[in-house]
C-alpha cells in the first residue's frame, strides 16, 4: 500500500529480511517498526524524545538509533527488537557508521568523534 519502501538513510533502515522499515520520531521518542508491504506500524518502540540518526549492521543483525537531545546511543536486535545496550556520549549524538570488521560503532557528538567497541560496551 505504501509502494516500494526508501533505500535506508541517515533516518530510517530498510531490512529486507523481515521486510520491516525502522523510523524514529525526534518529538516522540518513539522507533516505528513498518510493515510497508501491508501498510501499517507493526511494533513502536518507546526510548528517549530525541532519538534522531539510525544504523544498521545487517552482519550482526544491531541496530543504533542516536538521542540528538541526550546524547544516548542505543543498540537493538533487529531479530528480537530487545534493546541490547546504551552508551552515553554527549548531547547531539548525530550520525552513526558500524565500522567493516562489524565490531565498532563511530558516532560524533559535542563532546567529540566517539569510537563504541560493541563487544567491550556488552553489545555483542
Not at 8 to 21: A, G, R, V, W
Not at 39 to 63: H, M, Q, S
Request: hydrophobic share 45%; glycine share 8%.
Amino acid at each position: 500500500p505504501w509502494g516500494e519502501p526508501a533505500a535506508s538513510s541517515p533516518f530510517c533502515i530498510y531490512d529486507p529480511i523481515h521486510e520491516t522499515l525502522w523510523m524514529p520520531e525526534l518529538e516522540r521518542g518513539r522507533l516505528n517498526i513498518l510493515a510497508p508491504w501491508e501498510g501499517r506500524i507493526r511494533k513502536t518502540l518507546r526510548l528517549e524524545r530525541g532519538i534522531r540518526f539510525i544504523a544498521a549492521d545487517p552482519e550482526v543483525r544491531v541496530l543504533a538509533v542516536s538521542n540528538y537531545l541526550t546524547g544516548a546511543v542505543t543498540f537493538l536486535s533487529m531479530d528480537t527488537f530487545a534493546v541490547l545496550g546504551e552508551v552515553r556520549i554527549g548531547h547531539r549524538a548525530r550520525w552513526i557508521t558500524f565500522t567493516q570488521d562489524h565490531g565498532r560503532v563511530l558516532v560524533p557528538s559535542s563532546e567529540g568523534v566517539f569510537e563504541i567497541d560493541l563487544r567491550r560496551a556488552g553489545i555483542l
